[in-house]
């Protein structure tokens, strides 16, 4: 069982930038994406990368701003977050699924799901 603990939200103005990590021991098996939520509104994918590494996906809507990479020897996931709009705020999720190769946009893939943490952009 593995353990995800997200960490580096906050306050940040518009088209400035934030980097989310997710970490935990024994990271290295597990495919990582990250999801975001808004009060009121369904949990929404946003970025994921294969436990190798070698596959990753974005959302359109972050295509381009958002970067997932991930560092093994620190059992570590980064989404570097740039550009940043207001409608990205949210509360951020990591969620992990072991040995996933293959691309899943879908929150009931991933059986491990980290506390959140929050972003704001302001205007």
């Given amino acids: 069982q593995v353990q995800l603990?997200?960490?580096g939200g906050g306050l940040v103005q518009a088209g400035g930038s934030l980097r989310l990590s997710c970490a935990a021991s024994g990271l290295t098996t597990y495919a990582i994406a990250w999801f975001r939520q808004d009060p009121g509104k369904e949990r929404e994918f946003?970025?994921?990368?294969?436990?190798?590494g070698?596959?990753?996906?974005?959302?359109?809507?972050v295509k381009g701003r958002f970067t997932i990479s991930r560092d093994n020897a620190k059992n570590t996931v980064y989404l570097e977050m740039?550009?940043?709009?207001p409608e990205d705020t949210a509360v951020y999720y990591?969620?992990?699924?072991?040995?996933?190769?293959s691309i899943s946009r879908q929150p009931s893939s991933y059986?491990?799901?980290g506390q959140g943490t929050q972003v704001t952009v302001s205007s």
Avoid at 54 to 61: C, M
Wanted: proline share 0%; glycine share 4%; aromatic share 18%.
């Fill in 5 to 7: 603990v997200e960490s």
């Fill in 46 to 52: 946003v970025a994921f990368i294969s436990w190798s």
């Fill in 54 to 61: 070698s596959r990753t996906d974005y959302a359109d809507s």
């Fill in 82 to 85: 740039n550009s940043l709009k």
């Fill in 94 to 101: 990591c969620a992990g699924d072991r040995l996933r190769s």
């Fill in 111 to 113: 059986y491990y799901w």
